[in-house]
Nanobody
Framework: VQLQASGGGLVQPGGSLRLSCAAS????????MSWHRQAPGKQRELVAV???????DYVDSVEGRFTVSRDNARNRAYLQMNSLKPEDTAVYYC?????????WGQGTLVTVSS
């Protein structure tokens, strides 16, 4: 299993970013995909999940601002982040639970600052 998140960067408060997760090594269309983040000095937290049937779910703090999606033809998951806040600053990771084990890729840093 290989996962690679990309698309992070520096953005001003109120701005937008779109993160992408490239997946390989498993049958992508059969698995739920998750986005997590870890802010400096804090534990990693779940942000959003997109089920294998493309049903999304979000943590309360990003509901209405973030949109999770997937493209099964390209083996990619996406996280569209709008109305970004300084507290969204974190390293963002995509993950999949494959054969009972959580798999993580390298994260992508999102910094929200003026």
């Amino acid at each position: 299993v290989q996962l690679q998140a990309s698309g992070g960067g520096l953005v001003q408060p109120g701005g937008s970013l779109r993160l992408s997760c490239a997946a390989s090594g498993f049958n992508f269309r059969l698995f739920d995909m998750s986005w997590h983040r870890q802010a400096p000095g804090k534990q990693r937290e779940l942000v959003a999940v997109i089920s294998k049937d493309s049903s999304p779910d979000y943590v309360d703090s990003v509901e209405g601002r973030f949109t999770v999606s997937r493209d099964n033809a390209r083996n990619r998951a996406y996280l569209q982040m709008n109305s970004l806040k300084p507290e969204d600053t974190a390293v963002y990771y995509c993950s999949v639970n494959y054969r009972g084990r959580d798999n993580w890729g390298q994260g992508t840093l999102v910094t929200v600052s003026s």
